[in-house]
């Protein structure tokens, strides 16, 4: 078991729930967090993903969380693979995820219609992927036709040196974006993904259902994935 779970989990409140990215990590440590408790795993390379997918297929209660930029020609697997996709970057994705989730649906390769958030950029940052304020306004009808997703909120990662008072303000702004959006997209648009290991206490503030914690559980990463 890792420790750092228990404290975690008592410090934060029980509608948040708490999603440990689990990249670079090997399958040992996952099912050492998975015996802590944690059933939300979250990972942004696709082929690493699905090796430890398949060695921790005994764990079937788990829920995988697809985090990472998702290039075309890999979206056809990780909708196939991930019950949730939080990275949802842009109108062309999500409208090739929209068409690969109903083929997959109607020929019985998913149970489930994938649950998405749109990926936002509340703040500038050229080192980020996502919607702009604006663009994402500019797209909501558009996204509004694509049937076959199961919208279900914004998910923000915020730039590199922000202030404290800067980062709990970001993450306001996120909240009332969110909010805004809500009356386009449905009662179901109620997830706001945001927070990591640094700042997750901010984001809970600020009205955070998700929190994607990866440092803090599991400390420092290599930089090479390990098997």
């Known amino acids: 078991m890792i420790p750092q779970i228990e404290k975690i989990r008592n410090n934060i409140p029980n509608d948040v729930r708490l999603i440990a990215v689990s990249k ?12 802590g408790g944690i059933r939300d795993f979250a990972e942004n390379k696709l082929q690493e993903a699905l090796e430890k997918q398949e060695q921790l297929k005994d764990l079937d209660d788990i829920c995988w ?8 020609n890999k979206a056809k697997k990780a909708v196939e693979s991930f019950p949730w996709i939080h990275s949802i970057d842009s109108l062309k994705i999500a409208q090739r995820i929209n068409r690969l989730a109903q083929e997959a649906f109607s020929q019985q390769t998913i149970k489930n219609l994938p649950q998405v958030c749109l990926q936002v950029k509340i703040l500038p940052d050229e080192s980020k992927y996502g919607w702009n304020v604006e663009q994402l306004w500019q797209d909501v009808e558009a996204i509004k036709q694509l049937d076959s997703l199961r919208l279900r909120g914004l998910m923000a990662i915020l730039p590199l040196g922000l202030s404290k ?13 969110a909010d805004e959006l809500k009356p386009h997209f449905g009662s179901d648009f109620d997830q706001l993904s945001m927070g990591m290991s640094g700042d997750y206490p901010l984001a809970i503030e600020a009205g955070a259902t998700m929190i994607r914690l990866g440092t803090i559980l599991f400390g420092k990463r290599s930089t090479v994935a390990l098997r």
């Open 165 to 177: 008072d800067e980062t709990l303000q970001a993450f306001k702004d996120v909240k009332s974006l």
């Open 65 to 72: 969380h697809f985090i990472g930029h998702l290039q075309s």
């Open 24 to 35: 670079t990590m090997p399958s040992e440590t996952i099912r050492m967090a998975y015996d």
